[in-house]
């Protein structure tokens, strides 16, 4: 290449521009003005926004509602999430609480039972039969309830539990016709008591491996409002001690000589307090018992006898001029020297019984093969009076 190509070229590459710029001038306008020779210099182009700035801005708004949409998504979903998820396990506490309900009520038919009076040992094998038929139907319910996935291996405890009770309960059928004709009653008391274990164990089970867990499992998990149901069917282990299902025995089976329960019966009547002043009545001197709305008398009654004393009767009667006011109650199960409390209320004095001279007695009634009834009974002199504001 020669010198002179070497000069054209950069001759082209300045000259170039000046060319464009040329053009440009060429073809503005003329400024608009009068005067002569004013306005007619070059006029400063005005100021524009860069033309990539406008896309971008556009581009990071988009972003931005974009991200707002996803997380709004992602919190929405969540919410239906945990809805789901609550109303998931609500619905299973929900299928499992009529069957503990259903079977906490069988355990207290069971227990009323055993302390019938005049139970006959055919009719508590029935009665038995039937228990057990009622608990294998509640076991065939819950296997047929699907609970949700962290529950199901929690929710076979349950099922567990009813099994025993319903084995438990055919087991006590079962041992009842066995024993019948064995003379030795603790031999027969102690068969019992080691079939009716299986009860005990039901609630064992029902507490500590079904709801317990299951209960932390819902916390857990973030679940609340829901409540695991809770069932026991033995509300009084004492009523299914050997002690309890001897005295079953002897009550099923009494002695041939007039049908007396051998060894030594009774109760006690040992004090009557008045609430809510909370004095004793004594039968020394007379007692001024404040009339008010939540006026009560209780009773302490003690077990003075070496067996436990089922279905024990307590009346409280009130002689205060006109019709004597008479309460009934009854306390289920007492072993022996326990004591326990049988209250009276709602109490509707005559007008008679203020200012005179009344009498509070309350005699706890007699039980089989009791001979002392000297303690049974005790009558107090009161003056009732209207309580003070």
Partial sequence: MSTYDDDEIEFDFFDEPETVEASQRSRRLPRRGGGDGGGDGPKRPPLQTPTGLIPLARLVGLIAIAIAVVVALVFWIGACQGKNKHDDYASYAAKVKPIAESSRQLGVEFANKLIAPGLKQADLETSLQQYAQQEQQAYDQAQQIRAPGPLRRIHQHLVDALELRAKGLAGLGDALSQ????????????????VAALLTASDVVWDQLYRLPATEELKTL???GVVVPESHFIQNNDLVSARSFGILENRMHPASTGGT??????????????????????TATATTVKVSA???????????GDFQEVNVPVTLTINAGGTPIVRRQSITIIQPAQQQTVTFSNFNLPTSAFGA??????VVGAVAGEINTSNNSLSYTVFFTLSGP
């Avoid at 024993?179 to 080691?194: E, N």
């Fill in 294 to 304: 939540d006026l009560s008398f209780v009773a302490t009654v003690v077990n003075s």
């Fill in 222 to 224: 973030g679940v609340t």
């Fill in 261 to 282: 329960p051998s060894g030594k019966h009774g109760d006690g009547l040992v004090s009557v307090r008045v609430l809510p002043q909370g004095t004793d009545l004594t």
């Fill in 179 to 194: 024993t019948a004709t064995l003379k030795d009653v603790s031999t027969a008391a102690q068969r019992l008591t080691d």
């Fill in 357 to 362: 001279k009344a009498t509070v007695k309350v």
